[in-house]
């Protein structure tokens, strides 16, 4: 009996021992966007105009991470597009690029999470649309909100808008 107890005593042992040897194992991470759409010069109450991103997104391999959402503005397509913003600390013109982020919770903490009907918005008028009628590219980028690390975008989404 006593033999029997000290073998499986020291088996018991031996499995976690060895088992706390085994590497974390971590899934790659992944954003898929569908279901992605533009509406654009929505009125609010005053008939300031914006424009709203519809999109869904599946994640995958984000145990206990949660997801931020850029909305990305490029202009001519592969060029972020940017304005000049009067900086108040004193360094004069800044070059910014035109984005709006939000954050997503990861609610219950698991490895694999949805988003249904969501949306990111942003003012018109925080586009800083360039003089003239111009094409602009926007796509949703995903990026894992502890990492920083871009994990999937969307698809583009072409509008046209003119600048005074």
């Known amino acids: ?28 991470q992944k954003a898929t966007f569908k279901n992605c759409s533009l509406e654009q010069n929505v009125k609010d109450q005053n008939g300031k105009k914006k424009m709203i991103f519809h999109f869904s997104a ?43 982020l939000k954050e997503f919770k990861n609610k219950y903490k698991t490895d694999s999470f949805v988003l249904n009907n969501k949306i990111i918005w942003m003012w018109n008028s925080d586009l800083h649309p360039k003089k003239g009628t111009h094409t602009y590219y926007v796509r949703l980028v995903a ?6 690390e871009e994990i999937g975008h969307s ?6 808008m003119t600048g005074k």
Request: net charge negative; glycine share 6%; proline share 5%.
């Open 58 to 100: 599946d994640f995958t391999g984000m145990k206990k991470h949660d997801a931020e959402i850029w909305m990305e503005i490029e202009c001519p397509k592969g060029t972020m597009h940017e304005y000049l913003d009067d900086d108040e600390g004193g360094e004069g013109r800044l070059r910014l690029p035109v984005r709006k």
């Open 143 to 148: 990026n894992d909100a502890q990492t920083y």
């Open 155 to 160: 698809p583009y989404i072409s509008f046209t």
């Open 1 to 28: 009996m006593k033999t029997t107890f000290r073998l499986t005593f020291a088996m018991f042992v031996m499995a976690f021992v060895f088992s706390s040897l085994i590497p974390n194992v971590t899934y790659a």
